[in-house]
């Protein structure tokens, strides 16, 4: 929308309760499980944690790999399981337990990841360990074999469960997740759909005898398209819960507390070129969504809480702008008015069919990397980047939503193509109440061509006000090119891979949620307020009115 158009309005009703307001973001995880205790990854946890508004959960692959149990970029390992010259088990939990320690402290809870193959567990059909002397193979496939022995699986996942168990009472891992595997139809997995069932009905017997109340599932696929893997894993593992001959017990179905699979926007792979290619899109992850949605209500599992345990613009966290251009967006407002638009689709959608889905981000940290690397991370050498606000603003919104209607909502679904090209951007968003009067209103401006520009002014008219309200004070938060955007700083210093002293100090200063201007009162009249605001493409305002006392 360009200069002079008309205002779009966005209209409130703060008298009109939709229920109760899900916090169904409070998730994230990444590969490398050892950066967890780094003093970058805590400081991270520690962020999160003190959120107030939830416990963020956590997930992490490679908790059961073999190595040196020291994080690098999509590896990490703890030496869970070993087995000495005789051929028997050796458990050791002291790297598993400073992770999910660290986790704890922090205010955080583990989503626990079963994965991925120990070495002395692999299967010698798939990863021969005796001729793998320096451990390469291992590295690039072993870890993604089937176990050699389905019974010593279960045991290892067994003790794990009750190790946990013992170390942090029932109550507490009860509310924990286990969720076997990661995206078992790509190359995560060298096995077959049949292999991978038969993986599931052990691990989910170890769990739940190990603690009868605690919370299994998975498949963990990629984004469920017809015709593609992912979606005929899920099917066939849905259908096998449901009623399929259980490997490990000999009894019919097998255990599921929750159903998880993956959504994302794009792709992008390594590009010396940099040749320019095509943004994320809403409308795909949508269209995973209804696939998702659609198998999981076939085999009678649409009360279960479906956990999006990743849900991002793409695919490759550990890319950055160095290896491909495109994915600089990360460094940048377009990442968090990305995910604005898609968690705010797929919470409708899922609310159209009374759905439990939640949404996992799969970023973190990468300990090393050049400044604004352009990874897919929360922070770049401890500072935060945009992304990191927008949950800065979730963090802040309230327990009830409240209605919110605006002029310029689309549907991604009934675009002509993926990226919406036709469409103008978007302006939408939610509203919520609080406990204590507050009101907060977020609103974006998206559009998926991340070379979009333009204003809109938004006309924010809200009405019955709380009663006893006569003035409310506004503070207006901001995410776009100039707020909240320590990005836009590190250029101004001119691109430091490195930045030191008061340079650093400059970049960092911009990196917290910031005010879009100084606090002001608002009047009320006749339980009614507005206000106008300009707001770029990819820009997101937070507003939060509470009530002069």
């Not at 990743?310 to 890319?319: K, N, R, Y």
């Not at 776009?480 to 955007?485: A, M, R, T």
Request: net charge negative; aromatic share 12%; charged share 25%.
């Amino acid at each position: 929308m360009e200069n002079g158009a008309e205002p779009i309005v966005v209209r409130v009703d703060a008298g009109r309760w939709l229920g109760p307001m899900a916090h169904n973001w409070t998730y994230l995880g990444y590969d490398e499980c050892n950066y967890t205790h780094t003093p970058g990854g805590e400081a991270l946890l520690a962020e999160f944690g003190a959120f107030q508004e939830q416990p963020y959960y956590v997930r992490a692959h490679h908790l059961l790999c073999t190595g040196n149990c020291h994080g690098t970029y999509k590896w990490g390992s703890t030496n869970a399981y070993l087995e000495d010259p005789d051929g028997a088990p050796l458990y050791d939990w002291t790297t598993v337990d400073r992770i999910l320690d660290t986790l704890l402290h922090h205010g955080c809870k583990p989503f626990v990841e079963i994965g991925f193959m120990p070495r002395d567990l692999a299967d010698p059909a798939h990863y021969d360990a005796a001729s793998d002397r320096h451990m390469r193979a291992y590295r690039d496939y072993g870890w993604a074999c089937p176990p050699k022995d389905y019974r010593r699986w279960h045991d290892l996942v067994y003790r794990l469960v009750r190790h946990c168990v013992e170390r942090h009472g029932e109550e507490e891992v009860a509310t924990w997740y286990w969720e076997l595997w990661n995206e078992p139809d790509i190359s995560y997995w060298r096995g077959t759909v049949e292999e991978f069932i038969r993986l599931y009905d052990y691990t989910a017997e170890a769990v739940k005898a190990a603690l009868p109340q605690a919370r299994v599932g998975g498949p963990s696929v990629t984004n469920p398209i017809v015709g593609r893997p992912s979606a005929e894993y899920l099917d066939r593992f849905l259908a096998h819960c449901r009623g399929g001959e259980n490997a490990c017990t000999g009894t019919r179905g097998a255990p599921l507390d929750f159903v998880t699979f993956h959504l994302k926007g794009g792709g992008y792979a390594p590009d010396p070129l940099h040749r320019p290619q095509d943004p994320p899109t809403v409308k795909r992850v949508l269209e995973g969504a209804t696939v998702g949605y659609d198998l999981v209500r076939k085999h009678g599992y649409e009360g279960l809480e479906c956990v999006v345990s990743e849900c991002d613009p793409d695919g490759w966290a550990a890319g950055g702008a160095y290896d491909n251009a495109n994915l600089n967006f990360r460094n940048t407002e377009y990442y968090p008015s990305y995910v604005a638009a898609a968690f705010h689709h797929l919470t409708r959608f899922a609310q159209a069919r009374d759905w439990d889905l939640r949404f996992l981000s799969w970023a973190f940290m990468f300990v090393g990397e050049r400044c604004f690397e352009g990874t897919r991370a929360f922070s770049t050498q401890g500072i935060a980047k945009p992304i990191l606000n927008l949950f800065r603003m979730y963090a802040r919104l309230g327990s009830i939503q409240v209605a919110l209607e605006s002029e310029a909502a689309r549907e991604p679904l009934s675009f002509a193509d993926r990226h919406g090209r036709a469409e103008a951007p978007e302006v939408a968003g939610v509203a919520t109440l609080s406990g204590d009067g507050a009101l907060h209103v977020l609103v974006y401006h998206h559009h998926d061509d991340w070379h979009r520009s333009g204003e809109a002014v938004v006309d924010l008219r809200i009405a019955n006000v709380p009663a006893e309200a006569r003035e409310m004070t506004l503070r207006h938060h901001r995410i776009d090119g100039q707020h909240s955007n320590a990005y836009t700083e590190w250029l101004r210093q001119g691109r430091p891979d490195y930045p030191t002293g008061g340079q650093r100090e400059v970049i960092a200063s911009r990196s917290g949620l910031e005010l879009l201007e100084p606090p002001r009162t608002v009047r009320v009249a006749d339980g009614a307020l507005g206000v106008s605001f300009p707001l770029p493409v990819h820009g997101i305002s937070l507003l939060e009115f509470r009530p002069v006392r």
